[in-house]
């Protein structure tokens, strides 16, 4: 057999590394996807999407006194969410 056997074995080694490494990998995602609490994260998401529609109608918005209220809206939403974060 002579080398073309030992490439043969050193490539079957590297791959059943590789496939211990990639398992390793998995094992490791879902146990930090374990530790993310879904309520808080569904908070948040609901944070941003508030925040969204707050800009959205910041910019629309012509009068001054509504203005400053989604301003002070916005600044209030983007520190709930570092709170969360």
């Known amino acids: 057999m002579g080398d073309a056997g030992e490439g043969l074995v050193d490539a079957e080694s590297r791959l059943a590394e590789r496939m211990e490494e990639r398992e390793e990998e998995k094992k490791k995602a879902r146990q930090a996807g374990k ?21 959205r109608q910041l910019e629309l918005t012509t009068h001054q006194g509504r203005k400053q209220q989604l301003t002070q809206a916005v600044a209030e939403i983007d520190k709930r969410i570092k709170q969360l974060s």
Do not use: F, G, Y
Not at 35 to 55: C, F, G, H, N, Y
């Open 35 to 55: 530790s993310t609490d879904p309520e808080r994260a569904r908070q948040v998401e609901s944070l941003k999407l508030a925040r969204i529609e707050m800009q």
